[in-house]
Nanobody, 126 residues
Framework: VQLQASGGGLVQTGGSLRLSCTAS?????????MGWFRQAPGKERSFVAY?????????YYDDSVKGRFTVSRDNAKNTVYLQMNNLKPEDTAVYSC??????????????????WGQGTQVTVSS
């Protein structure tokens, strides 16, 4: 499955962005659990958010984004979203989406994912 992330950009502190990650091909997209990760300059990649497959009934977030970010999915559009509100300068990073078929036991661990999209840059100015 091929993943394409988009929606990044430059925003001021307190602003919002919505990232999209669209899967292409005959993916059976709804079968995949999806994760968002980010990598800031000079830092390792870190977990941001996770959504289960099918209806996405369960979501998980890193503590640093809990209450500000929301992950959702639209299986009809083969797309997962990351709504980011009240952005802070420390949210500046390249954001990437990832997918794998369940079980994804350690959803916060990037090595659990088989498919990755290219990143999209998010820059939050102070």
């Amino acid at each position: 499955v091929q993943l394409q992330a988009s929606g990044g950009g430059l925003v001021q502190t307190g602003g919002s962005l919505r990232l999209s990650c669209t899967a292409s091909g005959r993916t059976g997209f709804s079968n995949y659990a999806m994760g968002w990760f980010r990598q800031a300059p000079g830092k390792e990649r870190s977990f941001v958010a996770y959504i289960t497959n099918y209806s996405g009934s369960s979501t998980y977030y890193d503590d640093s984004v809990k209450g500000r970010f929301t992950v959702s999915r639209d299986n009809a559009k083969n797309t997962v979203y990351l709504q980011m509100n009240n952005l802070k300068p420390e949210d500046t990073a390249v954001y990437s989406c990832a997918a794998n078929l369940p079980p994804v036991r350690n959803w916060y661990d990037g090595s659990e994912y088989l498919y990755w999209g290219q990143g999209t840059q998010v820059t939050v100015s102070s």
